[in-house]
């Protein structure tokens, strides 16, 4: 395993502090989550987070709309403050690392899931019981919409990769194709 950022750890452990104290962990965490994946996705708005002379009450405009109007307040004050702080180019690697604390603190493994589509509450519980089975250890699963899977889930526990997308059952099938070909030719 990678060693941990004293200082991505450090925030992290704070952030998980803030909204446990508050009651609002996982609803907190779930929206810290998606918007570093939006984060991810959307450069300009990074880079707009970086941008030192825009105005701090400005960027957490920017967090405020990327939420949605459902936007929890802990949430945008927690990302405002990591961004005033000149923080903004560690918040993805400190939002991947409040999700392990609180996964650590809740006994858990984090998976996080590519899917093609989003999953309701039922095929998070079945994914996560799969990956349990699969790894021995109790499974957390945060899931990331990726439009980019023709269909299925890829799930990434650790360091160990569960590939069960549409696309690689295609390439396992042509090759398989492929080598039943090459045998019926000899």
Known sequence: MAERDPLVRGYADAMFAVAEAEGELELVESQLYA???????E?????????????AENKKGLIRDSLGERANPIAVNLLGLVVEQGRARELGKIVEELAAVAAERRQ???????????????????????????????????V???????????????????????????????????????????
């Open 35 to 41: 918007f570093a994946k939006v984060l991810e996705r």
């Open 43 to 55: 450069p300009r708005l990074r880079e707009a987070l970086i941008d030192p002379a825009l105005p």
């Open 108 to 142: 858990h493994q984090l998976a996080e899931v590519r899917s093609a589509v989003p999953l309701d509450a039922e095929q998070r519980r079945r994914l996560a019981d799969a990956l349990s089975r699969a790894t021995g250890r109790q499974i957390e699963v945060k």
């Open 144 to 186: 990331v919409v990726d439009p980019s899977l023709i269909g299925g889930v890829v799930a990434k526990v650790g360091g160990e990769i569960f590939d069960g997308s549409v696309r690689s059952r295609l390439v396992e099938a042509r090759q398989r194709l492929a080598e039943a070909r090459d045998r019926g030719s000899e």
